[in-house]
């Protein structure tokens, strides 16, 4: 990462990062960005991949370790999260202290 990107180019550099079977948070990747409020701007971030994009998008969750999405994307999330051997509850929560990517 260099100092010249700019967030979002930050943003999808941490997220390209984190590896199968491992979550980290919008906060997360924030703090990581450099900007370490920014976690709804993370959010934003995400929201406006192109379709087809091959960025591990559903590896972030929100602070609590659960699925923030909704509807038709929260089961899209849940199943690729599973396809990786991710536990995610009926309620789309995930066991953070088990699968979260410690980068510190």
């Known amino acids: 990462m260099s100092e010249h990107d700019s967030f979002p180019q930050r943003v999808w550099q941490i997220i390209a990062a984190i590896p199968p079977g491992k979550v980290m948070t919008y906060g997360d990747v924030a703090r990581l960005a450099g900007s370490p409020r920014a976690a709804r701007q993370v959010g934003g971030v995400l929201k406006r991949l192109p379709p087809g994009s091959q960025l591990p998008w559903h590896r972030v969750l929100n602070r ?27 309620a789309g929560e995930i066991e953070l202290a088990r699968y979260h990517w410690d980068q510190d």
């Open 64 to 90: 609590h370790g659960r699925i923030s999405l909704q509807g038709d994307d929260l089961f899209r999330q849940r199943d690729a999260l599973e396809a990786e051997g991710i536990e995610v509850s009926d």
